[in-house]
């Protein structure tokens, strides 16, 4: 397995969790990383992502504010700290390495997903 995503789970509307993913170092330390969601019957949607060296991060704009994301390239690591949360955050949520070093939405390596399910 080259990402295994964590850290999902059930939190009522206005709470937090935070979303980590692990990546065999070989594929992920020269690329951008990312956090995507999906609900049943809609496509695949782009929410986070930080560049290789973790100096640049491009958010959804329905998550602007209230999600940060980050990496540890030492551990291999990405994480997306998810704050205020929404019934509409409710999604399985993934986590990506991009082709590029920069962020470019165009991810070339899927993790297992993670369900976030928000209450109202």
């Known amino acids: 397995v080259q990402l295994q995503a964590s850290g999902g789970g059930l939190v009522q509307a206005g709470g937090s969790l935070r979303l980590s993913c692990a990546a065999a170092k070989r594929t992920s330390s020269n690329n951008a990383m990312g956090w995507y969601r999906q609900t049943p019957g809609k496509d695949r949607e782009f929410v986070a992502c930080v560049s290789w060296n973790g100096g640049s991060t491009s958010y959804a704009d329905a998550v602007k504010g209230r999600f940060t994301i980050s990496r540890d390239r030492s551990q291999s690591t990405v994480s997306l700290q998810m704050n205020s949360l929404k019934p509409e955050d409710t999604a399985v949520y993934y986590c990506?390495?991009?082709?590029?070093?920069?962020?470019?939405?165009?991810?070339?390596?899927w993790g297992q997903g993670t369900q976030v399910t928000v209450s109202s």
């Open positions: 990506a390495v991009d082709r590029r070093a920069m962020c470019s939405n165009s991810p070339q390596t």
